[in-house]
């Protein structure tokens, strides 16, 4: 999903109806990962979001007053995977809201490398999640880590993880940036080692551990049981006397623009005074079905005098082959757009239209249904991404 959504926040509970809504804001513009939990759900992940996409969505949580503690740079991949994306968003983070505090999430592969890079561009505190200290366990808990570009088999690539990550949380601490350690507890496979965890990592420089209890997927039997409230409790007296143990708040809420944990729903783009408009691209007129760069029209969809939106006309594409100027000059063509349509569009498109002040949303279905979702009817199907 390309779509800067608006985060809406929950009612919240009736014993802390007063306090502030305090709110940790995701920015998911990691598009690669290092490896694969065993015991991850099923199906594809949302795409990553542009530093400039992600930035947007940072400025409208704002524009809606929301009490933001901290922004997260994390997922759908690992942040470091491919870095260029989480330093540029660093690098805007620090140049419009020097103040807000940040913190990245990451495997910690690579980390030794770029913890220097990370504390130029101002992040003070990193959360690496280790699993274990063992790369027996690791070869249970992944079925894959990919350190590099190139596929090592998992033994040796378990071995990499374990020692890159006592290699990062050092360079880390040694870069001035407090860390913290995230441990997932999974029933029967790490739960025991969360003493040696802790200790490992608390000799390498890390100041607190949060323990995640496992929860399976629904319908898979053959993944570890949930961790309950007792296993919780026993791991964090084990790793307190190492670390300290996180505890938040419960008025602390995680939000991310795929969606909100704790928050409600995301919000879709909506129109302004500016740029009422929907722009489509499609081979029949009737779906959303083609890729932005295939496209030879556009279609643009608006409000009629009665409010009800039609089809207001088409728009010719510019021709393949200009290079950045093509989209350039398609942003001057849908100057009074807020939103694209397409079933597929490159980096290049959505940077240059998101510069511009067009979100992309990439989507499949009927054209009429989902633009009617943007004026705030109906409901999105479930290929809306």
């Given at each position: ?21 305090r ?13 694969r ?10 795409p990553?979001?542009?530093p ?38 660093l ?15 990451t ?60 290699k ?23 739960d ?116 009800l ?31 694209l ?30 633009v ?14």
């Amino acid at each position: 999903m390309t779509v800067i959504p608006f985060p809406q926040t929950a009612s919240p509970c009736k014993a802390c109806a007063t306090a502030p809504r305090r709110q940790r804001l995701q920015l998911p513009v990691a598009s690669r990962d290092f490896a694969r939990s065993r015991f991850a759900p099923a199906g594809k992940p949302m795409p990553a979001l542009l530093p400039v996409e992600a930035m947007a969505w940072l400025d409208g949580a704002f524009s809606q007053e929301a009490e933001i503690e901290t922004v997260e740079l994390s997922g759908p991949g690992d942040p470091l995977a491919a870095p260029g994306p989480s330093l540029d968003t660093l690098q805007l983070l620090k140049e419009k809201y020097p103040e807000l505090p940040v913190r990245l999430t990451t495997l910690g592969i690579g980390g030794s490398l770029l913890a220097e890079s990370l504390a130029g561009q101002g992040l003070k505190a990193v959360t690496v999640k280790v699993d274990t200290v063992d790369p027996t366990t690791a070869e249970r808990l992944f079925s894959w880590i990919r350190p590099s570009t190139r596929t090592v088999p998992l033994p040796k690539a378990a071995a990499i993880l374990v020692d890159e990550q006592a290699k990062a949380v050092a360079a880390f601490t040694k870069a001035g940036m407090a860390v913290t350690v995230r441990t997932t507890l999974y029933p029967g496979i790490n739960d025991g080692e969360v003493e040696a965890i802790a200790v490992a990592m608390a000799r390498q420089g890390a100041v607190a551990m949060d323990l995640v209890p496992f929860v399976p997927p629904a319908k898979e039997n053959d993944f570890p049981p949930a961790a309950d409230q007792e296993l919780l409790a026993r791991a964090g007296a084990l790793a307190g006397g190492h670390l300290a143990i996180v505890k938040e708040t419960m008025n602390l809420v995680t939000m991310s623009p795929h969606g909100a944990t704790g928050a409600g729903p995301a919000r879709l783009p909506r129109p302004s005074a500016e740029r009422p408009n929907v722009a489509v691209v499609s081979s029949n007129g009737m779906e959303v079905d083609l890729h932005l760069g295939h496209a030879i029209r556009v279609l643009v969809y608006g409000p009629r005098e009665d409010g009800l939106a039609c089809l207001l006309g088409t728009r010719p594409a510019p021709e393949p082959g200009s290079g950045a100027s093509r989209w350039e000059t398609l942003a001057e063509t849908l100057t009074d757009c807020f939103c694209l349509l397409t079933a597929s569009a490159g980096n290049a498109p959505r940077q240059i239209l998101a510069d511009h002040g067009i979100t992309v949303l990439i989507t499949e279905g009927d054209i009429e249904g989902t633009v009617d979702v943007l004026y705030g009817g109906g409901k999105k199907g479930k290929k809306n991404r």
